[in-house]
């Protein structure tokens, strides 16, 4: 079974600075996706970012971006330029691209605070 | 752009009564799936519809049933509710044209008294 920890339970970063949240997974799976989705206080569940690990390349949208290490099996989200909207619990999460249909599995959780 | 639907957004129950949730996918996605949010913690996978078939099952209590209907809407069925069944109910849904990216639908607030 695949699991996922996120290390930092809390962090914090000054509005306008980068932050880097941390995440790290354990599969024998070669094929797979990595997300990070960000839930603030309404509780929505909103995708960030999405990795397929079979691309080398890190993917990148708009001030969010990843640093996938698939050898250490480590999966961090950068935040650049950081907004007070930014503000949320960030989940990381690891799919199986081996099946259809298959589940996500969460790490534990990184509450974000940005201080303006 | 449509999002996933899911209905009611709260519902409050006693125990051992009987509750459904309702979840309608983004248009021409084909997988449903359902998730269990208790307070303070991550999101725990309840199971998964294919194309109407089950194509995954996580921790769902013998209580509970689900199925996905030929519209592709799904209903999650909670029978002989307890006060731990209290949490945030999320359905998303994907489709092989999203790389199988999962969308979340807004959760029903679940509050069994």
New interface residues.
């Given amino acids: 079974a695949q699991t996922v920890t996120q290390s930092q339970p809390e962090m914090s970063v000054q509005e306008a600075e980068t932050v880097t949240l941390s995440c790290t997974y354990d599969t024998s799976e070669s094929d797979y ?1 990595l ?1 990070w ?1 960000k839930q603030p206080p ?6 960030v970012i ?1 990795q ?1 690990a079979y691309k080398q390349q890190n993917a990148t949208e708009n001030r969010f971006s990843v640093n996938f290490q698939k050898a250490a099996k480590s999966f961090s989200l950068k935040i650049s330029d950081s907004q007070l909207g930014d503000a949320a619990m960030y ?1 990381c999460a690891y ?1 199986s ?1 081996e ?11 990184t509450q974000l605070t940005v201080n303006p | 752009a449509a999002g996933v639907i899911q209905s009611p957004r709260h519902l409050i129950k006693e125990k051992r009564e009987t509750a459904t949730l309702k979840c309608y996918p983004i248009p021409r996605h084909d ?1 449903v ?1 359902w ?1 269990q ?1 208790g307070p303070g913690q ?4 309840l199971i ?3 194309e109407k078939m089950q ?2 099952k ?1 921790s769902i209590p013998d209580r509970f049933s689900a199925q996905q209907f030929s519209d592709y809407h799904s209903e999650l069925n909670m029978s002989s509710l307890e006060l731990g069944d209290s949490a ?1 109910y ?1 359905c ?1 849904s ?1 489709s ?1 044209d999203t ?6 639908g ?2 029903t607030r679940l509050t069994v008294l």
């Fill in positions: 996706y997300f989705y309404s509780r929505q569940m909103i995708l999405r397929e989940f799919r691209r099946t259809s249909g298959s589940r996500l599995t969460f790490g534990e959780g | 997988t799936y998730y949010q991550d999101p725990q996978f998964s519809f294919y194509s995954d996580g945030l999320f998303a994907s092989w790389a199988d990216t999962q969308y979340f807004p959760g």
